[in-house]
Nanobody, 129 residues
């Protein structure tokens, strides 16, 4: 069974940076995707960035393009989310999620949360103004 553990959240001032990590264990699939989602109080969960680990295809929400970078370290089964130039509106609980369905080579990763079957416990990111 796939198990995900996020780390790297915290409190940072606006304009600062954080790097989130998502360590996956129990992965027995060659083709899968990892997505980073976030949920702020009173708001729906949204996809922030996702990566197709087959060939590195990525997705970024418009609100984070140019500021966030997703990457994967296959040897460590770890996916990172580098977050730069953070804004107060980035404040949320960030979750990483795993899916092996709807993942194909040369295709963008799934971005809907219902397409992901395993979720981490979440890590809080707070950006102060």
């Amino acid at each position: 069974e796939v198990h995900l553990v996020e780390s790297g959240g915290g409190l940072v001032q606006a304009g600062g940076s954080l790097r989130l990590s998502c360590a996956a264990s129990g992965v027995a699939f060659d083709e899968y995707a990892i997505g980073w989602f976030r949920q702020a109080p009173g708001k729906e969960r949204e996809a922030v960035s996702c990566i197709n680990t087959v060939d590195g295809y990525t997705y970024y929400a418009d609100s984070v393009k140019g500021r966030f970078t997703i990457s994967s370290d296959d040897a460590r089964n770890t996916v990172y989310l580098q977050m730069n130039r953070l804004k107060p509106e980035d404040t949320a609980v960030y979750y990483c999620a795993f899916t092996y369905t709807s993942v194909q080579p040369h295709q963008p990763p799934p971005v809907a949360d219902y397409q992901y079957s395993r979720w981490g416990q979440g890590t809080q990111v707070t950006v102060s103004s």
